[in-house]
C-alpha cells in the first residue's frame, strides 16, 4: 500500500522557521524523485521544491519564491524527504504537499501532473 504522509506544519510567526518531514512506503521510494508543492486557498497549486533520485545524482531545484530561504533534502534510508523552511513569509502560508515522481532519467519535474503518488498535506500558517 502506498503513503506519503507529511508532518510538520504549523503556526509561526514571520522570520521563523519551520521543517517539513515527508514519509514514504509502498514504492521502490530510491527510483522516485520527490517534490513539494503548497496551495493556498483561491490559488492554483504551486510547486515548491524537488529533488532528484539517488540513481542519478541527487540534485535540488528550487520555485523563485523560495529559492535561498527554503532547503529539500532526502534521506532515503528513511524513505523521507525534509523542506527546511527559514525567513518565512506570511506569503508562504499555504497547505504543503509532499509528491513522488517516478524518474527514469536526472532532475525532477515542476508539474504536478508530473507526479505518481501525494500525501494530504500539512498546514502551515506565517503570522505577521
Known amino acids: 500500500q502506498v503513503q506519503v504522509v507529511e508532518s510538520g506544519g504549523g503556526l509561526v510567526q514571520a522570520g521563523g522557521s519551520l521543517r517539513l518531514t515527508c514519509t514514504a512506503s509502498?514504492?521502490?521510494?530510491?527510483?522516485?524523485?520527490m517534490g513539494w508543492f503548497r496551495q493556498a486557498p483561491g490559488k492554483e497549486r504551486e510547486w515548491v521544491s524537488c529533488?532528484?533520485?539517488?540513481?542519478?545524482?541527487?540534485?535540488?531545484y528550487y520555485g523563485d519564491s523560495v529559492r535561498g530561504r527554503f532547503t529539500i533534502s532526502r534521506d532515503n534510508a528513511k524513505y523521507t524527504v525534509y523542506l527546511q523552511m527559514d525567513s518565512l513569509k506570511p506569503e508562504d502560508t499555504a497547505k504543503y504537499y509532499c509528491?513522488?515522481?517516478?524518474?527514469?532519467?536526472?532532475?525532477?519535474?515542476?508539474?504536478?501532473?508530473?507526479?505518481?503518488?501525494w500525501g494530504q498535506g500539512t498546514q502551515v500558517t506565517v503570522s505577521s
Open positions: 529533488i532528484s533520485t539517488l540513481m542519478f545524482g541527487i540534485t535540488s
Open positions: 509502498g514504492f521502490a521510494y530510491g527510483a522516485y524523485a
Open positions: 509528491a513522488a515522481e517516478r524518474r527514469l532519467s536526472s532532475g525532477c519535474s515542476s508539474g504536478p501532473n508530473r507526479y505518481n503518488y
